[in-house]
């Protein structure tokens, strides 16, 4: 059974710090790894997709890569804004179901 | 705009009542899924669908049921609701590409059951 862990919970910045958000899986036989971001009470927002032949992702501030082998992705957000605040959650796709860790959620202190 | 959408938003019922959550989306996808959400457990898979005539259980689908009624529509019934299905519910689609799976969300329903 794959499990995907988010460490840390929470996280509190001052803005303008970068972040960096983790993820583990232990099933190495993904298909594509997935970032979510979701607000309070609210649907998820798809925030990047990586296949699993990709190292990394990019979109404007945001930077994912993939280390399929070590079964690890992180989540780097550049120059964080209040904006920024939310939960994100990192899932994985292999068989026929995405797999998500708990999230991590971030406050971005102005 | 192509989308996911779930009726209704808000849901508040009592225990045994039979409650139907309904999704239907735009983006003329042929896979779809109902997800719940606990706080600190992630989302966790109910049922799924590839097409209309195929329907699987996913990893928590005792006390629920789902039908296909159409490739745009895919509804979730709890046949007597109990206190702990009170959680967050989504649904979502995807379309495969190869090994492209990317799922899409939609705004979810939040149900209570007293």
């Known amino acids: 059974k794959q499990e995907v862990t988010q460490i840390p919970a929470a996280l509190s910045v001052p803005e303008g710090e970068n972040l960096v958000l983790n993820c583990s899986f232990t099933?190495?036989?993904?298909?594509?790894l997935q970032w979510f971001r979701q607000d309070p009470g609210k649907g998820l927002t798809s925030l990047l997709l990586i296949q699993s032949s990709q190292r990394e992702q990019t979109s404007g501030r945001l930077n994912a890569s993939l280390d399929k082998s070590s079964g690890r992705s992180t989540l780097y957000i550049a120059a964080s804004q209040p904006g920024d605040s939310a939960t994100y959650l990192c899932a994985v796709f292999n068989d026929y179901k995405l797999s998500f860790g708990a999230g991590t959620t971030v406050t971005v202190r102005a | 705009d192509a989308d996911v959408t779930q009726t209704p938003r808000n849901r508040i019922t009592k225990t045994g009542k039979r409650i139907m959550l309904e999704c239907s989306q735009t983006?003329?996808?042929?896979?779809m899924y109902w997800y719940r959400q606990d706080p600190g457990l992630g989302l966790r898979l109910i049922y799924y669908s590839f097409d209309v005539k195929d329907i699987n259980k996913g990893e928590i689908s005792d006390g629920y049921s789902v039908s296909r009624q159409a490739q745009a529509k895919f509804s979730l019934s709890l046949e007597s609701a109990i206190p702990n299905q009170t959680a967050l519910y989504f649904c979502a689609t995807s379309r495969v590409a190869g090994t492209r799976n990317e799922q899409f969300f939609g705004p979810g329903t939040r149900l209570t059951v007293l």
């Open positions: 099933d190495s036989a993904i298909y594509n």
């Open positions: 983006k003329g996808h042929d896979r």
